[in-house]
């Protein structure tokens, strides 16, 4: 059950009515955390903007940037996160067998060395906050600089999105949760 009351849009202020007609523009819906950050327009206009950049300029591999929406997911047992997030990776090609070990809290099995690595790198973020000498050395040799910066800062707006979802009890489209 949400904490937050359904969205309207025909009680909005300009303001408001603005940000939620961005977020249809751009998302072709409002709920998830964006139904939520809507409670303060602002704050929504800039996540909006954040969240649609990761996927669009950032230089880190989309198919690894839906693996580490997973694995966060996950981790905190973020419902709504892991029901968008779970087809993009398919479709992305993030195998079943990975997806499903990291939906049973199991390490994969991987086949493919840079998802080792964003798997090891997300699950040591999300733990420590921080990565250790060796994991940060490992990241940069195989991602750069630049995509390091990346991944930490999405690392970092991920726990911010399952932090929202959780705390505010964002429903799951058709009510079935897809963690257990």
């Not at 202020?13 to 249809?24: K, N, Q």
Request: with cysteine; net charge negative; charged share 20%.
């Amino acid at each position: 059950m949400p904490r937050l009351p359904a969205v309207d849009p025909t009680s909005m202020s300009p303001e408001h009515r603005a940000v939620y007609d961005e977020i249809l523009r751009v998302r072709g819906q409002v709920r998830g955390p964006f139904a939520i950050w809507l409670t303060s327009p602002e704050l929504c206009h800039h996540a909006l903007t954040l969240q649609d950049w990761f996927p669009q300029h950032a230089t880190l591999d989309r198919r690894l940037l839906e693996l580490m929406i997973l694995v966060l997911a996950r981790q905190a047992t973020a419902q709504f996160a892991w029901f968008v997030h779970e087809p993009h990776a398919l479709r992305l090609g993030v195998s079943q067998a990975v997806i499903d070990a990291i939906r049973e809290r199991r390490t994969p099995d991987f086949e493919k060395d840079d998802e080792r690595l964003v798997y090891d790198l997300t699950r040591e973020l999300d733990t420590y906050r921080t990565l250790s000498p060796q994991s940060y050395e490992r990241g940069v040799a195989m991602l750069g600089a630049q995509t390091m910066v990346e991944l930490v800062s999405a690392v970092g707006f991920y726990v911010m999105v399952a932090m929202t979802l959780n705390t505010f009890e964002a429903p799951v489209p058709g009510g079935k949760l897809p963690l257990a």
